[in-house]
């Protein structure tokens, strides 16, 4: 059983920075397939960022201002956040997916685990 635990969140104004981390325990994080999504309040979960073996996946609003990595000392897949904005508001959550394969890194479904999130606000 994988299990998953988010840190990092908080309140900052806008422009600043925070980093995520996703604390991963039942698997290496090297074998498993990685992804953080994000949800505001009345909206459905969005996608933000993927990491599968050897690629990364950003959707559009974070590219250029967020980056997803791996630490395999830690355990732990991590979310450089800069430029903050209002419109980064939500809670986030990371996923991880088990299969070898990593086909659709943006869609919800593919992911078999869930961490309870952590609440991300940029103050305007």
């Known amino acids: 059983q994988v299990q998953l635990v988010e840190s990092g969140g908080g309140l900052v104004q806008a422009g600043a920075s925070l980093i995520l981390s996703c604390t991963v325990s039942?698997?290496?994080?090297?074998?498993?397939?990685m992804g953080w999504f994000r949800q505001a309040p009345g909206k459905d979960r969005e996608f933000i960022a993927a990491i599968g073996r050897s690629s990364t996946y950003y959707a559009d609003s974070a590219k250029g201002r967020f980056t997803i990595s791996r630490d395999n000392a830690r355990n732990t897949v991590d979310l450089q956040m800069n430029s903050l904005k209002p419109e980064d508001t939500a809670v986030y959550y990371c996923?991880?997916?088990?299969?070898?394969?990593?086909?659709?890194?943006?869609?919800?479904?593919?992911?078999?685990?869930w961490g309870q999130g952590t609440q991300v606000t940029a103050s305007s």
């Open positions: 039942g698997r290496t994080v090297s074998s498993v397939n």
């Open positions: 996923a991880a997916d088990r299969s070898p394969y990593f086909i659709r890194p943006t869609m919800t479904s593919t992911y078999d685990y």
